[in-house]
């Protein structure tokens, strides 16, 4: 569950979707009940245990009688034990969910949205065009027509038409042809400089 929690992620899926799709399939959490939290997800996406480290003296015992334990704001030391127990997430998965949730992070600042979630359907481009206007993702669009050469597919903004007969954001449309050569184009130009973006990858 750990594992698809963050593919899922790094597939585009936010924690509240997350969430959700884990509640729709009565998935048990740690408690053996079908709840999920939006919340619990992203404390899960960024807990150090997952990839074999420990933080230790989270919180510490204020009273030994009652058992009371705080959060340790610093007044008592924190260690940080690399690799102290076997990883359930690789090092760089870990590392990647960490850097796309600060991306989503400045990027929803920078666009002002509320919540980041990419994620639509299992079309390969589905949830990872997204709108350099407003954020948002691109969704896929059959524009039909009785002659068959004007039928045709293109991706557009999903907040394009949110409301009716008002237009949400003034991103053009792109034609899924063009899409599928633009995306070749760019992946042979990575797989012909893979030394160099391998080198800007591991760092
Ligand atoms: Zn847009």
Redesign the pocket.
């Known amino acids: 569950m750990v594992r698809r929690i963050y593919n899922d992620y790094l597939n585009g899926k936010g924690p509240n979707r997350i969430a959700k799709e884990l509640e729709e399939e009565r998935v048990p959490n740690w408690n053996g009940k079908a709840k999920w939290y939006e919340s619990s997800i992203q404390k899960m996406l960024s807990n150090e245990k997952y990839k074999g480290d420990a933080l230790l003296q989270k919180t510490y015992t204020v009273d030994f009688l009652s058992k009371k334990r705080v959060v340790n704001n610093g007044e008592v030391p924190r260690y940080y034990v690399e690799e102290s127990h076997p990883p359930i997430i690789d090092k760089e998965i870990w590392e990647a969910v960490q850097l796309e949730k600060e991306r989503r992070r400045a990027f929803a600042e920078k666009h002002q949205i509320q919540k980041i979630d990419y994620a639509s359907g299992d079309h390969p481009f589905a949830g990872r065009v997204i709108?350099g206007?407003?954020?948002?993702a691109y969704g896929r669009k059959v524009w039909n027509s009785p002659d068959e050469n004007l039928r045709r597919v293109i991706w557009r903004?999903?907040?394009?038409y949110q409301t009716k007969g008002q237009i949400?954001?003034d991103?053009r449309h792109i034609n899924d042809k063009l899409l599928y050569s633009a995306f070749v184009n760019t992946y042979n130009v990575i797989v012909e400089n893979k030394d160099y973006f391998m080198k800007k990858w591991t760092e």
Do not use: A, M, T
């Open positions: 709108c206007n407003c954020g948002k903004c999903n907040s394009k949400g954001c991103s």
